[in-house]
């Protein structure tokens, strides 16, 4: 049952571009977990087809051919291209499209998100201390591991691709090559690491803690080269120009610095925010302007060229916690906010009749219900289809460009409500729920047999043999060399000699005869209780296993299940007689009874006692 996906990704297999970047589709539910319930569309992004696409139409555009520019329909989705192929068009480019999810059995608020430098793969690190690895294509969860004691405040990889560093909230910093084998620790602060960043050559990093402080070490060696001080309050942010040797930092103290890290020295400080830094960005694909924001709802963009703001950004409600440029067009850049909203903006945009030597710039597209809680951080994938973002709401979303043609993503949960998008139709909370719990089942039935290396139906595991359990047969008990079962280990405390004989008691009973009293022990004076193991006056050591009376056949039992015991056989009148009354007032019967047993449940009747014992061959006697 094959269920192809089109919600993000394109369509047929004649090289359909997806909403991301290509086609996508869904792969068959099989296996011992189906249980007949239909598997929902997990999107899946593809970018080969597109970017194959866009190279052929740069031979063609190369030779002279024209290219059709898309156009609002869905008969033009098979025609979109990467974002690079529109470096003109930032629009083409805004992710305002939902298309998946991703969180962890055991939920912990995601910190840091960061993309693999190749693009395969999302990095997450929450504030458990664990990595986290999603596939990038399929977004499905690839692994975890626990990396650090604490939670994880930064992680970054080098420009090179080569290394990853990470930063927690004990001041410790760690290398990990891109296999995630951790080859070195270094205690750079006393205080949480927020913020750090590599030089260009990689040669060098630079860190910011909560000591207001900031560090550049050298990476080979893992050794501090300079201590850049200036700063009055925790540093919250870093960031070094990828060309150039000029640093950022954004502190509590609600400045922003530009430092020179070959002597330390504060080159200028922006006083344009009124509250804490959140994030201070280099532009990375041209490096000419700077994004800061802060916790006064406003983001600035500084043009390094001028020395001035280039424009300021305006549209939260509440404080703007995560920032990120967009990889190929410059003028694109998003926000996040505390209460959980995306506005994406384009800076190239200059509002109609603004004069003003820093316009407000509002969003072009924004997100107001993209998560529940504070998003932490956001980054885009290196080919720019796709943007991730990490909440304190513990979940890890992705988001796309649409599709051409495509308009009900507008109308969904998270750009007007779950309210208004049930009255609409566009969301049903009951399905979500339903689907949930299927999968929660679905997942804890798959850990239950698998994770727990429990047995599959049909099968056993010879580690686990499964006895006494009503529905299987347990194995028969071990047989001695005479081909009976051997009786039970002497119970310790047993004292006294050995058990009578009891071959001959069916001679025994024949005779009416028993064994004298005197075998017994005597009853001590007082009605002081016999010492441990051995019996009262009176009573007749039970038979040893598998002895069963002549004449007298005992009930079947369960298979593999002995046979109930016998019940204990009570002495009258001192123990031989044939004869005499039973404790309940019954008759005790003949001798053959062996001294009146103590009926348990009604009697049966003298006719169909005779019967019975007919039936089984006993002729009676004295």
Not at 226 to 245: C, F, I, Y
Not at 319 to 326: C, E, N, V
Not at 385 to 406: A, M, Q, V
Not at 561 to 588: E, F, Q, R
Request: proline share 12%; aromatic share 8%.
């Amino acid at each position: 049952m094959a269920r192809f996906e089109d919600r993000d990704g394109g369509g047929g297999g004649g090289g359909g571009g997806g909403g991301a970047a290509g086609g996508g589709f869904g792969g068959e539910r099989d296996g011992p977990y189906n249980r007949g319930r239909p598997l929902h569309r997990r999107p899946v992004t593809d970018y080969g087809t597109p970017v194959a696409k866009w190279m052929m139409n740069r031979t063609m555009e190369w030779r002279g051919l024209p290219q059709d520019a898309p156009r609002p329909a869905p008969q033009f989705i098979i025609d979109l291209l990467p974002p690079a192929a529109y470096p003109d068009n930032p629009s083409m480019s805004l992710p305002t499209k939902h298309i998946h999810a991703s969180l962890n059995k055991i939920k912990h608020p995601i910190n840091v998100v960061k993309w693999t430098p190749e693009g395969r793969r999302l990095l997450t690190g929450s504030s458990s201390g664990e990595f986290t690895l999603w596939n990038g294509m399929g977004f499905n969860f690839e692994t975890i591991m626990q990396a650090h004691d604490c939670a994880i405040r930064v992680c970054e990889y080098s420009h090179g691709g080569d290394w990853l560093l990470s930063g927690d909230q004990d001041g410790i910093v760690k290398y990990w090559q891109p296999n995630f084998n951790n080859v070195k620790i270094l205690q750079a602060h006393n205080e949480p690491v927020r913020d750090l960043s590599f030089s260009p050559t990689d040669a060098k990093f630079v860190t910011a803690s909560d000591d207001g402080t900031l560090k550049i070490w050298n990476f080979n060696e893992g050794v501090e080269e300079r201590t850049l001080t200036g700063h009055g309050w925790d540093v919250k942010s870093v960031d070094w120009h990828p060309t150039k040797g000029l640093i950022v930092s954004g502190s509590k103290d609600h400045l922003v610095k530009l430092w020179d890290p070959r002597t330390a020295r504060c080159l200028t400080t922006l006083h344009g925010h009124k509250n804490t830094i959140s994030k201070t960005r280099f532009q990375p694909s041209r490096g000419e302007l700077l994004a800061t924001c802060a916790r006064d709802q406003t983001c600035r963009i500084f043009d390094l060229r001028a020395m001035k703001d280039f424009c300021v950004l305006r549209g939260h409600d509440k404080d703007i916690s995560a920032l990120a440029w967009h990889p190929t067009h410059p003028a694109l850049i998003s926000t996040g906010g505390s209460d959980g909203s995306i506005n994406h903006y384009l800076i190239d945009e200059t509002p109609p009749g603004s004069m003003a030597a820093s316009p407000v710039i509002f969003p072009a597209a924004s997100i107001p219900f993209a998560h529940e809680y504070a998003v932490w951080s956001m980054e885009y994938h290196p080919l720019g289809h796709i943007l991730c973002s990490g909440s304190n709401d513990r979940i890890t979303r992705f988001w796309t460009r649409p599709r051409p043609g495509e308009s009900d993503s507008f109308r969904d949960r998270y750009h007007i409500g779950e309210e208004a998008a049930m009255a609409m139709g566009t969301y049903d909370r009951n399905r979500k729920r339903h689907r949930q719990e299927e999968e929660e089942e679905e997942q804890d039935e798959a850990d239950a047999l698998v994770d727990q290396k429990m047995p599959l139906p049909g099968q056993q595991n010879p580690q686990f043999p499964i006895t006494n359990i009503p529905g299987f047969l347990p194995p028969p008990p071990p047989l001695n060399a005479a081909g009976i079962i051997p009786p039970p280990p002497s119970l310790p405390g047993l004292v006294g000699g050995a058990p009578p004989d009891f071959s001959n008691f069916a001679s025994l009973i024949a005779s009416g005869k028993f064994p004298p009293p005197g075998q017994l022990p005597l009853p001590l004076p007082g009605g002081v209780p016999p010492p441990l193991g051995q019996l009262p006056p009176g009573l007749i050591p039970p038979p040893p296993p598998g002895f069963q009376i002549p004449g007298m056949s005992m009930p079947p039992g369960i298979p593999g299940i002995g046979a109930p015991p016998m019940p204990p056989m009570m002495g009258g009148g001192g123990g031989g007689g044939g004869s005499g009354s039973g404790d309940d007032g019954s008759d005790g019967g003949s001798g053959r009874g062996g001294g009146g047993v103590r009926a348990r449940g009604p009697l049966p009747s003298q006719k169909d006692s005779l019967r019975e014992a007919q039936k089984a061959g006993f002729r009676g006697g004295r």
